[in-house]
């Protein structure tokens, strides 16, 4: 068994080419949500995000392309409580039902699978399993906190929320598939999908899932003292 894991927080829609350095690292380590023109705009109180970008601690994106060199993601916007606008470079917008979304279509789980051009969530999280050890996972949730307090506590002038991108026939949609779910402290978690033997998963060393994101700004100004949280349990 293993006795640990790594976990990656990858830029979905580039396949998990343009990671997302660990936080302090001094590079792009920072998700970051902005109006309808990157982070040159900022969202509207009470509105949720238009387009989402790979920044720096400051909010800047790198220079070179769309919304930024460091990485633009494929923007999810909740339009409602099963629904998605689905948007960014090359694809939308355009809007879904939540249970529709269902595009991770690939026949091995433990692959990276190809999202560059076709629509996808925000981020692709990646957990490998020390040494070559086949693990399975359990209770995996990210959530959204208060930085600058405890992980209990919901995250200052934002309201995030998420659902998860199944895999489609591999594994039974998760209890909250179909509805956008709060995310506000580590009480009130996103869960994903268990990769178990129950839900057709042998053991892997790597696992992966996708989460489509989305945040409404409360407050005006920069709204900063937040971070996301992912953790899984495995054996």
Not at 20 to 49: M, R, V
Request: proline letters at 5%; hydrophobic letters at 40%.
């Amino acid at each position: 068994m293993a006795d640990f894991g790594r976990i990656f927080f990858m830029n979905a829609r580039e396949s998990g080419i343009a990671p997302i350095a660990q936080l302090g690292s001094g590079t792009f380590d920072h998700l970051g949500f902005f109006g309808s023109q990157g982070p040159t705009t900022a969202i509207e109180i009470g509105s949720w995000q238009d387009t989402t970008v790979i920044v720096d601690s400051n909010g800047d994106p790198a220079a070179g392309m769309p919304f930024g060199g460091s990485g633009y993601c494929t923007n999810t916007k909740n339009i409602g409580a099963s629904t998605v606008r689905i948007s960014g470079q090359p694809v939308g917008p355009f809007e879904e039902e939540i249970d529709q979304v269902n595009i991770f279509e690939v026949g091995n789980l433990d692959t990276e699978p190809f999202f560059n051009r076709i629509p996808s969530g925000t981020l692709l999280v990646k957990y490998e399993a020390s040494g070559t050890s086949a693990v399975h996972t359990f209770n995996a949730k990210m959530f959204a906190y208060d930085n600058t307090g405890a992980i209990t506590d919901p995250p200052p002038d934002v309201t995030m929320m998420g659902f998860e991108i199944n895999a489609s026939g591999q594994w039974a949609n998760s209890s909250h598939s179909g509805v956008w779910k709060s995310m506000q402290g580590s009480n009130d978690a996103l869960l994903f999908s268990d990769h178990s033997n129950a839900n057709g998963w042998q053991a892997r060393n790597v696992h992966l899932w996708v989460a489509a994101l989305t945040g409404k700004a409360e407050a005006v100004g920069a709204l900063d003292q937040w971070d996301l949280a992912f953790s899984v349990q495995f054996n």
